[in-house]
């Protein structure tokens, strides 16, 4: 109860804030276009009252240097490849409401280890409600995926996820508006059988997060919002709930809008930045704190060559009883050449470092992980469902302090028939 009452006192505290904010904002008019009524009417499949979209991907198909990154001290390489249907349905259920379900099966084939064979399941499962200037959406979603995990631990570990989220949006102008955002999930991971570490009882967890928006949209091809949050964790096994943790957090970000059709657009893209406070419920812990945020942003210098720059910064639960958490940071940036209207190059350097912020406080030594990535993709267009990319990856990770360097080659393609929107990527449906 102590909890749920913080919980509601924050979100409470956000919203007020962020509301008197957002007077300043307000101009006459309403919102333009919705994006959830645009994906049904859009939609390429049309069955009664009912519209889907499909997609094929015969994906990461092609040869691996070490499928394990160098974990082990004998290096494995392999062929492989992925197989995914998916599907996304929209079902009206009145005038103002549409069911949105989503479901993909993966099926992750390694030519030599059979032991990495996996299946791979998702679904994804909302009620939209829309009206003239209020949006609300309430969904039920379940994953069970086998995936590399992190770069404490570079095995496949299978995660199941149950989530439920509820958001309600408020648009008081024409630019203006402003959303609360509820979610809840409950993590459960299987013990991989080669390794000695407990992984479901040092993560699994529940966990819940809150958040109030402020979205002011000046224009039609730039957004900015703030962005509130609170998070909770709540570990399930006796010997890790001493992880259990408050997160408060506030950010600011701006996103641009790309034109529609063929007109092109200076900037594309988005980007946050904020502060974390990670308060640990166990007193002889010390809490910590640092700048997160993520981004995105592409600059069309010209209409054949693009700037592309991604960061990310964030807080990750540890697999290491004493560690808690770990801050890892990414950062990189490459080129896109537009060779024609089907076929394009990119490429992109990217690196990362993965630092302990627990360490020193408890006396410990923890390692250090860098890794430096570079990618090269050639995109072909090869008709409006069809699509190829052909791609090549290079990766290096350095285990400090031992200095030990560690490298992995990919080079493969995919290929991929059709398109699904997935979910929207900002909780607004409405846009200008």
Same mark, same amino acid.
């Given at each position: 109860?102590?909890?749920?009452?913080?919980?509601?006192?924050?979100?409470?505290?956000?919203?007020?804030?962020?509301?008197?904010?957002?007077?300043?904002?307000?101009?006459?008019?309403?919102?333009?276009?919705?994006?959830?009524?645009?994906?049904?009417?859009?939609?390429?499949?049309?069955?009664?009252?009912?519209?889907?979209?499909?997609?094929?991907?015969?994906?990461?198909?092609?040869?691996?240097?070490?499928?394990?990154?160098?974990?082990?001290?004998?290096?494995?390489?392999?062929?492989?490849?992925?197989?995914?249907?998916?599907?996304?349905?929209?079902?009206?259920?009145?005038?103002?409401?549409?069911?949105?379900?989503?479901?993909?099966?993966?099926?992750?084939?390694?030519?030599?280890?059979?032991?990495?064979?996996?299946?791979?399941?998702?679904?994804?499962?909302?009620?939209?409600?829309?009206?003239?200037?209020?949006?609300?959406?309430?969904?039920?979603?379940?994953?069970?995926?086998?995936?590399?995990?992190?770069?404490?631990?570079?095995?496949?570990?299978?995660?199941?996820?149950?989530?439920?989220?509820?958001?309600?949006?408020?648009?008081?102008?024409?630019?203006?508006?402003?959303?609360?955002?509820?979610?809840?999930?409950?993590?459960?991971?299987?013990? %991989? *059988?080669?390794? $000695?570490?407990?992984?479901?009882? !040092?993560? =699994?967890? #529940?966990?819940? @997060?809150?958040?109030?928006? &402020?979205?002011?949209?000046?224009?039609?091809?730039?957004?900015?919002?703030?962005?509130?949050?609170?998070?909770?964790?709540?570990?399930?096994?006796?010997?890790?709930?001493?992880?259990?943790?408050?997160?408060?957090?506030?950010?600011?970000?701006?996103?641009?809008? %790309? *034109?529609?059709? $063929?007109?092109?657009?200076?900037? !594309?893209? =988005?980007? #946050?930045?904020? @502060?974390?406070?990670?308060? &640990?419920?166990?007193?002889?812990?010390?809490?910590?704190?640092?700048?997160?945020?993520?981004?995105?942003?592409?600059?069309?210098?010209?209409?054949?060559?693009?700037?592309?720059?991604?960061?990310?910064?964030?807080?990750?639960?540890?697999?290491?009883?004493?560690?808690?958490?770990?801050?890892?940071?990414?950062?990189?940036?490459?080129?896109?050449?537009?060779?024609?209207?089907?076929?394009?190059?990119?490429?992109?350097?990217?690196?990362?470092?993965?630092?302990?912020?627990?360490?020193?406080?408890?006396?410990?030594?923890?390692?250090?992980?860098?890794?430096?990535?570079?990618?090269?993709?050639?995109?072909?267009?090869?008709?409006?469902?069809?699509?190829?990319?052909?791609?090549?990856?290079?990766?290096?990770?350095?285990?400090?302090?031992?200095?030990?360097?560690?490298?992995?080659?990919?080079?493969?393609?995919?290929?991929?028939?059709?398109?699904?929107?997935?979910?929207?990527?900002?909780?607004?449906?409405?846009?200008?």
């Amino acid at each position: 109860m102590k909890n749920l009452s913080g919980l509601a006192s924050f979100i409470l505290f956000i919203s007020i804030f962020l509301l008197t904010a957002g007077r300043s904002f307000a101009q006459s008019g309403n919102w333009m276009g919705n994006t959830i009524l645009n994906l049904f009417q859009q939609a390429p499949w049309k069955l009664g009252t009912v519209r889907a979209y499909r997609q094929f991907t015969l994906g990461n198909a092609g040869y691996d240097s070490d499928i394990y990154y160098g974990y082990y001290d004998t290096h494995y390489p392999d062929v492989s490849f992925n197989a995914t249907p998916a599907f996304q349905w929209f079902v009206p259920l009145s005038k103002l409401v549409i069911f949105d379900s989503y479901q993909s099966l993966e099926g992750v084939f390694y030519f030599k280890n059979e032991n990495e064979r996996a299946f791979n399941f998702v679904t994804r499962n909302q009620v939209h409600f829309l009206s003239k200037k209020f949006y609300g959406k309430t969904g039920l979603n379940y994953s069970n995926v086998r995936q590399r995990f992190s770069p404490e631990l570079l095995l496949h570990i299978r995660q199941e996820e149950i989530s439920w989220d509820g958001l309600f949006l408020w648009q008081f102008s024409r630019s203006g508006a402003i959303a609360w955002q509820v979610r809840g999930a409950r993590l459960n991971y299987r013990q %991989p *059988a080669s390794d $000695s570490l407990s992984i479901d009882r !040092e993560l =699994n967890r #529940n966990e819940y @997060y809150a958040d109030a928006f &402020l979205y002011f949209q000046p224009g039609t091809r730039l957004r900015l919002y703030l962005n509130g949050q609170l998070g909770l964790y709540d570990f399930r096994y006796r010997e890790s709930r001493f992880k259990d943790s408050r997160t408060y957090a506030g950010f600011g970000g701006i996103e641009f809008i %790309p *034109a529609a059709g $063929s007109e092109r657009t200076v900037f !594309e893209g =988005n980007f #946050n930045i904020g @502060y974390m406070y990670l308060d &640990l419920k166990n007193r002889s812990l010390k809490d910590a704190s640092n700048v997160v945020g993520s981004g995105n942003i592409t600059l069309n210098v010209t209409r054949w060559l693009s700037l592309q720059a991604d960061y990310s910064r964030d807080f990750n639960v540890s697999i290491y009883s004493s560690l808690l958490h770990y801050l890892q940071t990414t950062y990189g940036g490459g080129l896109r050449f537009t060779l024609s209207r089907r076929v394009t190059l990119s490429n992109h350097l990217g690196q990362g470092l993965t630092k302990y912020p627990f360490s020193q406080e408890e006396g410990l030594s923890g390692p250090e992980y860098k890794f430096t990535t570079f990618m090269t993709n050639l995109g072909i267009r090869i008709s409006r469902e069809w699509q190829l990319n052909i791609f090549g990856t290079l990766n290096q990770r350095k285990i400090l302090p031992e200095d030990r360097q560690l490298k992995r080659q990919f080079i493969g393609f995919n290929l991929i028939f059709g398109s699904i929107p997935g979910e929207n990527i900002l909780p607004i449906p409405s846009l200008l």
